[in-house]
Every structure is written in C-alpha cells, then in structure tokens.
C-alpha cells in the first residue's frame, strides 16, 4: 500500500483530467486511516481502562486512565508517522 505523502508526490506525473479523482481516492484513504486509527485508540483505552459497568459515566480513575492512554497513543502514532516519513524520504533521496 503505498502511503499518502508517496501518493501526492506521484500526483504531479498524474494527467490533469485524472488528478480530481485521484484526489478523492487519496482522501477517501486519509479519512479511513484516521478512523482506523481512532477505532483502534477506543478499543485499546476502553479494554485497559474501564473496569465495570456500575454507572452511565466513567469513575474519576476510570477518566484519568482514558486520557492518559489517549495521549501516549497519539504520541506514539504520531511518532510511528515522523519516523516512517524520515525512512521514506531517506529511500527516495539518491544516494
């Protein structure tokens, strides 16, 4: 699968009849990226962080527990990204 940043750099070799549709591709893939992602935050916070069901609301550990686990997910994604777009520059730049 070739990664978004890759994908708009090969949309300047693109004909310009067929760049609109490319850039509704492209989005469409950002938007099911960042939902993937999401989902997978709820998932991992929800399963290490509430403990029961006794309420309609979190208890205050429950809350704390969420954000912190939220926070370092987005840190670590976002860290996955730099990395990953560092590696992938590194690979395109002739050596």
């Not at 989005?27 to 935050?41: K, V």
């Not at 926070?71 to 990204?81: A, P």
């Amino acid at each position: 699968r070739v990664g978004v940043g890759a994908a708009m750099n090969a949309l300047s070799t693109i004909p310009e009849h067929l760049k609109p549709e490319m850039v509704r591709s492209l989005e469409t893939m950002q938007m099911r990226d960042s939902l993937r992602m999401y989902n997978n935050l709820v998932e991992i916070c929800f399963a290490d962080c509430v403990r029961g069901f006794r309420s309609k609301t979190m208890d205050s550990k429950e809350e704390a527990c969420v954000s912190n686990c939220a926070e370092k997910y987005i840190k670590l994604t976002q860290r996955v990204g730099y990395r990953f777009a560092e590696h992938q520059a590194q690979s395109t730049t002739p050596s």
